[in-house]
Every structure is written in structure tokens, then in C-alpha cells.
């Protein structure tokens, strides 16, 4: 079928509140640090005023292919931007069609403020060309890590007490809602040092942030042994994936006055033990690539190298 034929039999429209779910599930295949339920909830809403703009491909009442330009609340002036075919589908001028769509309204309604974002597989090379066909220019790479959990844990478990000992931390579930004010309070101090979306001088709105996490998401506190009354140092979120056993590692983070200490390798010691308790086969995660320390302590974990993502910006001023 001709490119000219298959949008011939294929209209491209609005996202409707019933596509959601069909959308996140194409988006997800290009997708790099958005998760499904991420996709979902930024699909699914927008605040009055907030940048919004969602279109799918359907033909025959299936949803073949998915565009947004979504707002990203907890990085403020940034617009995520991702297009996804169906894989049976590619190569017949659908993403071309979303992509120019999308292109004509961002330039009616993005300002020179705006900064779009976007996150995509680092095994996609046709789809991060086709990005920066439109402008996106990659600005960071981050390194993807697997760390299977089958018959290991024994190993977790030690390594999880003999690290905490060593930073000397505790370790400890928190409860996201009853203690949300502590937590944002602690991810808004790990946060400075950290690649951000929008580049050295994006802002963040860490009360967005409770959104960016599924509500089955385990938050790990670090707080100091020999400073009972001091605020966590640093903290770690994971959560299971739909449809695997595996968890993902989402955020870990140490407040800047206790970097050095192994206050992040005894967090992720205690992630892969949680996560081995819940009965996840592995724990994957995602780092920057200029990231050495961290990159160092994921292959003395014995983790592996795993799917990465490339991170593009194009700002419009």
C-alpha cells in the first residue's frame, strides 16, 4: 500500500478520552523515561490553561498511531513531545502526517518560553532522525541497566545491610501519602546537580511530582543513625512494570551536603531488595551517561547494560 493510499483509509484526529489507553500503549514502544502510567495521566489531563494537544491515526475503529504535546507540570515551560506508529504500520507517511500536525500547532500556540522536550529509545535510530527533522537536537544520553534478581537474594539482602552499615544509614519504606510533605521536601534537596529536562536553568515544581509516580510506586528513605532528628538525605522510588516482573528504579537522589558518603549505593542496595521481597524477576534502571560515579557503582553491583534513551530539547525562542 502506498503511503498516499494508507492515509487515504486512515483519519487522523483528536485524541478521545476512550484512546487513551491505545495511545499510551503505541507511545510507550518509543518512549524512553515515560513510562505507561505517565503517558496515561498526561494523556488523560490537563489543567485549565495547560498545553494540550493529543491526535491518533485510526483506521477500521483501531488507533494505529498516537502524537502529543503535553505540558510537564513539574518542569516548568516544557512541552513533552513523542509520536508513535504501530509497528506494522511504519513507513507509509503516518507519522509524517502527526508529526507535521502537531508541528502547525505547536508553532499557533507555543510561545518563545516554551521548551520541547523528548525522550526516545537509543535503539530507535530512524525515529531520533526523524525528531530532529523537526528541530530536536539531542542533549544527553542516559545508559540503560539490568540487575536480575533470580536466585540472588541472599546476595541483595547482605549487600542491603553491609552498604547501609557502611553510609551509615537506615533504610526505610515510606508511606508516599501520609508522608508526602517529607518526601517532595527531600527530592526538591537531592534534585540540584541533577540533568534536568529543559537544560541548567529549568526550574522544577516538585508538588507536580506526586503525579509523575503510579500509586503503586515504594519510596525509600535514607535517614543518618547518628542523627536521629535529621531529615532523610536521600531517597530512591520504584515500582513494578505492567505486564513484566520486572521494577524500575524511577528517582534516587542524596541531599548535596552527604554525596560521597555511599548514601546512593546503599539506596539502590535496599531497591533491589525490596524489589526481590516483592517477588520482581529484576530491577531495571536508567542513568546519564556522564554519570561516572554512579555508572561505576551499578557495575560493581553487577548490573548490566540494558536499553538507554536519548534525551532531545528544541526551544522555540
Known amino acids: 500500500m502506498t503511503a498516499q493510499a494508507a492515509q487515504a483509509v486512515a483519519t487522523i484526529r483528536a485524541l478521545r478520552p476512550a484512546d487513551v489507553a491505545a495511545a499510551a500503549d503505541l507511545l510507550v514502544l518509543a518512549a524512553g523515561d515515560d513510562k505507561r502510567h505517565r503517558l496515561v495521566e498526561r494523556l488523560g489531563s490537563a489543567e485549565p490553561g495547560e498545553l494540550h494537544h493529543a491526535l491518533v491515526a485510526e483506521r477500521s475503529g483501531v488507533i494505529i498511531a498516537a502524537g502529543k504535546l503535553t505540558a510537564e507540570p513539574a518542569w516548568p515551560g516544557t512541552v513533552s513531545a513523542l509520536v508513535a506508529v504501530a509497528p506494522q504500520e511504519r513507513g507509509q507517511g503516518l507519522g509524517t502526517a502527526l508529526a507535521g500536525a502537531l508541528a502547525d500547532w505547536a508553532k499557533r500556540n507555543l510561545g518563545p518560553e516554551d521548551v520541547l522536550i523528548s525522550t526516545l529509545r537509543d535503539d530507535l535510530n530512524v525515529g531520533r532522525r526523524f525528531a530532529e527533522r523537526y528541530g530536536l537536537v539531542v542533549t544527553r544520553h542516559s545508559v540503560g541497566w539490568r540487575f536480575d534478581l533470580a536466585g540472588r537474594g541472599g546476595e541483595v539482602a547482605e549487600r542491603a545491610a553491609r552498604t547501609a552499615d557502611a553510609a551509615g544509614v537506615r533504610v526505610r519504606v515510606a508511606d508516599f501519602d501520609a508522608e508526602e510533605a517529607v518526601i517532595l521536601e527531600c527530592i526538591s534537596r537531592t534534585l540540584p546537580g541533577l540533568p534536568l529536562p529543559g537544560g541548567e536553568d529549568q526550574g522544577v515544581d516538585v508538588a507536580h511530582a506526586r503525579r509523575m509516580f503510579p500509586d503503586e510506586a515504594v519510596v525509600l528513605l535514607a535517614e543518618l543513625r547518628d542523627v536521629p532528628d535529621a531529615p532523610p538525605c536521600g531517597l530512591t522510588i520504584v515500582n513494578p512494570q505492567a505486564g513484566t516482573s520486572d521494577w524500575y528504579t524511577a528517582y ?27 517477588g520482581a524477576g529484576a530491577v531495571t534502571t536508567h542513568n546519564d551517561d ?28
Do not use: C
Open 290 to 317: 556522564g554519570n561516572e560515579p554512579i555508572l561505576r557503582a551499578n557495575r560493581a553491583f553487577g548490573m548490566q547494560p540494558s536499553l538507554g534513551y536519548w534525551s532531545l530539547t528544541r526551544r522555540n525562542g
Open 252 to 278: 534516587t537522589g542524596v541531599a548535596v551536603d552527604q554525596r560521597g558518603r555511599g548514601v546512593a549505593t546503599a539506596l539502590k542496595a535496599a531497591a533491589l531488595w525490596q524489589a526481590h521481597r516483592a
